[in-house]
């Protein structure tokens, strides 16, 4: 079976007894596997590798064998960025751990643009892993440092980690700031131009940050993120996560803090800086109504914002064509704001 691990996924086999053993090692993911009674089959990749294929063995595990190099002459002509686990203390004391990735040939005697990303779910891994949609790689390329930590909420820390998150939002958001207000004391982070950005969940901790922020970001990029929870609540077609995370439905817990201090649209008067908002108009898991919202009271405050709808898509970009068009505005806010 597979299982995230620290900001990884790994491989383990157990036996009738119980005994577990871990098969593979090392800052990647394991996605798909087969074995065949003696060996495993799966294919692997990290924050510098796309997927290729290896095997280990499952009666005496030792050293991964890769099998194929689809991608080898591919690599050769790209630059690619290097990463490393980083860990600093919450606003309660516990251990937060984040990946970090930096441009091609960083510098530690300069300074960089930093970029906060903010995972989505709130209960799913921030892994090491090769990316077409969130690419770390191709952010840090841009010549950003990104810092994505594995706030409260993600798998492979836990399972009181991963439940802490559910009817209590904004522990995960104040990690994700203990993260960049740690990092932010790197001698090479520039500390005047730093962004947040982030999709789903992630979208909302954007809009939560965007009220919360304290002057720390420069500006802001939220995918399908939940701006207005008690509106979330009454059109998302996912009402049994609402339900469960939010702690019930606002009219039978008026004091539920998921829609009093929690909820973004409350935090919005504090907004103050650039915001640009992508929103699928087939989402049916977070609405476009939220990321129409959100657009609208940025407009109404005079704050610098834009629209990026994608009427065909849903709560993920899908297309070819729409996901090179994300990836330009996407990229083109970021260097427009922090270069």
């Known amino acids: 079976f597979s299982a995230e691990i620290r900001g990884t996924t790994q491989l383990f086999l157990i036996n009738t007894n119980g ?57 050769k002509t790209v630059r690619l960025s290097k990463f490393e686990e980083r860990y600093c203390k919450t606003f309660d004391g516990k251990q937060l751990q984040s990946w970090v990735v930096f441009p091609p040939d960083f510098d530690p005697k300069k300074k960089y643009p930093v970029v906060l990303y903010c995972q989505g779910g709130p209960q799913s891994p921030m892994n090491s892993q090769w990316g077409t949609r969130w690419s770390m790689q191709l952010i840090a390329a841009q010549g950003f440092i990104v810092i994505a930590p594995n706030r409260r909420g993600t798998f492979g820390f836990g399972v009181e980690w991963t439940k802490t998150i559910s009817k209590n939002w904004e522990s995960g958001t104040k990690d994700l700031l203990a993260a960049i207000d740690d990092f932010s004391k790197e001698p090479f982070v520039d500390k005047n131009r730093m962004a947040a950005v982030g999709g789903s969940f992630g979208g909302y901790s954007v809009f939560w940050l965007a009220g919360h922020h304290n002057g720390r970001f420069k500006c802001f990029i ?47 008067k504090n907004w103050n800086t650039p915001i640009l908002i992508i929103q699928g108009g087939q989402d049916f898991r977070v609405p476009e109504s939220e990321g129409f919202q959100a657009f609208q009271a940025a407009q109404l405050q005079g704050i610098k914002s834009q629209f990026l709808y994608f009427p065909t898509e849903g709560h993920w970009i899908k297309r070819p064509q729409n996901s090179v068009r994300w990836q330009r505005e996407f990229m083109g806010w970021l260097n427009e704001h922090l270069h």
Not at 232 to 261: H, I, Q, V
Request: with cysteine.
């Open 222 to 268: 939220s995918h399908c993120g939940l701006f207005n929870l008690e509106s979330f609540y009454l059109t998302t077609d996912e009402l049994f996560f609402a339900d469960y995370d939010m702690g019930a439905s606002f009219w039978r817990a008026t004091d539920n803090p998921t829609f009093t201090k929690f909820n973004p649209i409350k935090m919005v």
């Open 19 to 75: 005994k577990t053993t871990q098969l593979t090692h090392g800052a990647h993911t394991v996605d798909r596997f087969m074995h065949d009674g003696k060996r495993v089959f799966y294919t692997r990749s990290s924050f510098d590798k796309p997927a290729e294929i290896y095997q280990s063995g499952l009666t005496m595990p030792g050293e991964a064998q890769q099998l194929t190099f689809i991608n080898e002459e591919a690599l």
